[in-house]
């Protein structure tokens, strides 16, 4: 007996198409002034970067050239986004632009200037994450610095901040997480009149915030660890953490 053959539905061809169009087609991203190129997939970037998503998709040149510039960002922290968007995970030591020699290394054995590089590599992520619109990005690098922080035992260096108030908006969790980490330390340990001359005007005026404000609080209970996770985290409407 004869098989009936399946049945198509008006425009089922291009629906097909349409969804091996949209999986697997590339984006090519050139980063920095030697023009770095990287190769990401279209449906991947757009579905967790806003920035991606509007170039990639409305009237701007990059939709129908299906190439985006970077050039002042480094190569090396696009390369940390790549990485994210691939496994999920974030990976500091992927900052190493050339120096691999202390890759084999646990973290609490590199050198308190290696600590500094990292989270100042950080930083630049946390940046590009704001530049892309990408909240799942920049949560996913909060996290990672917060636990940088527990891994090195200290609370990073004064050039850290400084590089996060030049780098990152004010009102960012970022910047929350640095002033709720250097509240609960104590300064780093020097006076605060000293300590404040050594740090940008904003940051000194928000953390004399947060201890008139928090004054009840301890200064454990003031800790970042003391927190709940999703409390230095970006949220879209209606989203929770997972």
């Known amino acids: 007996m004869a098989v009936k053959a399946e049945e198509k539905t008006p425009g089922s061809d291009r629906s097909a198409k349409r969804t091996k ?14 023009e770095a190129r990287f190769v990401v997939h279209k449906a991947i970037v757009c579905r967790t970067s806003d920035f991606f998503r509007a170039a990639c998709h409305g009237e701007w040149k990059e939709a129908s050239e299906k190439t985006v510039r970077f050039p002042e960002v480094e190569a090396n922290i696009f390369g940390i986004y790549m990485g994210f968007l691939y496994t999920g995970n974030i990976d500091m030591r ?24 990292i989270l100042d590599w ?10 892309l ?19 090195f035992g200290h609370i990073g260096g004064v050039e850290n901040v400084t590089s996060a108030c030049q780098r990152a908006s004010r009102s960012s969790k970022l910047m929350k997480l640095f002033v709720d980490t250097w509240a609960s330390a104590g300064y780093g340990g020097k006076p605060f009149k000293d300590w404040a001359k050594e740090m940008p005007i904003d940051f000194v005026f928000d953390m004399a915030c947060a201890s ?8 454990q209970e003031r800790s970042p660890y003391a927190r709940e996770k999703c409390y230095y985290h970006d949220h879209k409407d209606g989203e929770k953490c997972k």
């Open 122 to 131: 950080a930083i630049l992520a946390y940046a590009l994450g704001e530049m």
């Open 21 to 34: 169009f949209d999986y697997f087609e590339d984006v090519v991203v050139l980063v920095g002034k030697e």
């Open 212 to 219: 008139v404000d928090e004054a009840a609080m301890s200064k």
């Open 94 to 117: 992927l900052g190493h632009a050339a120096d691999c020699s202390t890759d084999a290394k646990p973290l609490k054995d590199l050198s308190t200037e290696h600590h500094h590089q």
């Open 133 to 151: 619109q990408d909240c799942n990005f920049r949560n996913a690098v909060v996290d990672a610095i917060k636990k940088l922080l527990g891994d």
